[in-house]
């Protein structure tokens, strides 16, 4: 009975498993690379095409990837990155 929709345990999911792995790794290892964001990107197209993403679920689940990516890197450029996945989902649409 009215559990969490997809989108929503995939933004959890996804926020969950940023913040903790990617922080730590960012953290302790190395910096991300534009490659790194650059596939980051990519999963997240992928995340929001399984789930079939209305545009509201697209930007929610964006802007979460957005939030932790920015707490890695103060530099992130969040409209380079949106434009990544922007471009990813209509080259595969």
Same mark, same amino acid.
């Given at each position: 009975m009215g559990g969490? /929709? ?6 959890? *999911? !996804? /926020?969950?498993? !940023? $913040? @903790?792995?990617?922080? !730590?790794w960012y953290n302790?290892?190395?910096?991300? %690379?534009?490659?790194? *964001? ?7 197209? $992928?995340? &929001?095409? @399984?789930?079939?993403?209305?545009? $509201?679920? +697209?930007?929610?689940?964006? =802007?979460?990837?957005?939030?932790? +990516? ?5 530099? #992130? =450029?969040? =409209?380079? #990155?949106? %434009?990544?996945?922007? $471009?990813? !989902? &209509?080259?595969n649409s």
């Amino acid at each position: 009975m009215g559990g969490p /929709g997809p989108a929503k345990l995939a933004v959890y *999911f !996804l /926020g969950f498993m !940023l $913040d @903790s792995s990617i922080k !730590l790794w960012y953290n302790i290892y190395m910096k991300m %690379t534009r490659q790194h *964001f650059q596939a980051l990107a990519t999963m997240t197209a $992928d995340i &929001i095409v @399984s789930i079939n993403a209305t545009k $509201d679920q +697209c930007i929610k689940i964006t =802007d979460e990837v957005i939030a932790v +990516c920015k707490e890695a890197n103060p530099k #992130f =450029d969040a =409209d380079r #990155f949106e %434009t990544w996945i922007q $471009d990813i !989902l &209509i080259n595969n649409s």
